[in-house]
């Protein structure tokens, strides 16, 4: 059984056949990204089994059934993030097909995520120096990419800087 087939037994009281084939042409024809599809089937499988439970219809989902949801979800800032984003570009999809009047998720928010630390590492000065020194200068295209390479290290050591003292 595949995941759209999943979504459709866990709703298909509250489903009728123009909803089918609208979601169909949803997971099919808008997501291309492999992952990105089935997380999303995953995320909206499990808000409509909630509505299912609640005897909740596709056409009177409201925004306060959105925030009812996401309020009982637990997890990671970015996985809910990642759910309401599913049920949202669906709902989007909802309307711009006919299918529903407006988008109950438009008002929505999740929490907020904050990255303070990157994962990307800082050259040290030595470091920098060696990229830099390892760039031949037989060419004018050369000497213009190392002067763009300057630059981009002085700016990103300027904004760690800018960085370190807000904090």
Same mark, same amino acid.
């Given at each position: ?10 709703? @298909?009281?509250? /489903?009728?056949? #123009?909803?089918? +084939? $609208? ?9 291309? %990204?492999? %992952?990105? $599809?089935?997380?999303?089937? *995953? @995320? ?9 439970? $609640?005897? &909740?219809?596709?056409?009177?989902? *409201?925004? &306060?059934? &959105? ?14 993030? +990642? ?8 709902? #989007? ?5 006919? &299918? ?6 438009? #008002? @929505? ?7 303070? /630390?990157?994962?990307?590492? /800082?050259?040290?000065? +030595?470091?920098? +120096? ?7 200068? =037989?060419?004018?295209?050369?000497? $213009? =990419?190392?002067?763009?390479?300057? /630059?981009?290290? #002085? ?10 003292? %807000?904090?």
């Amino acid at each position: 059984m595949t995941n759209t087939e999943l979504i459709f037994r866990s709703s @298909a009281k509250f /489903v009728n056949q #123009d909803e089918t +084939q $609208r979601l169909l042409e949803f997971f099919a024809a808008n997501i291309r %990204n492999p %992952n990105t $599809r089935g997380a999303y089937v *995953r @995320a909206v499988r499990e808000f409509f089994c909630w509505t299912a439970a $609640r005897g &909740i219809s596709l056409t009177a989902i *409201r925004p &306060i059934h &959105i925030a009812a949801y996401m309020e009982g979800l637990s997890g990671a800032a970015p996985s809910l993030k +990642q759910k309401l984003a599913a049920i949202r570009m669906l709902f #989007d999809w909802l309307v711009t097909g006919g &299918i529903l009047p407006t988008n109950p998720t438009a #008002d @929505a928010r999740s929490s907020r995520h904050i990255v303070k /630390v990157g994962k990307t590492s /800082v050259l040290t000065a +030595q470091e920098a +120096q060696a990229l830099l020194s390892s760039i031949p200068f =037989d060419h004018s295209a050369v000497t $213009r =990419d190392r002067a763009l390479i300057n /630059v981009i290290y #002085d700016q990103r050591r300027l904004n760690i800087w800018k960085n370190f003292w %807000n904090e």
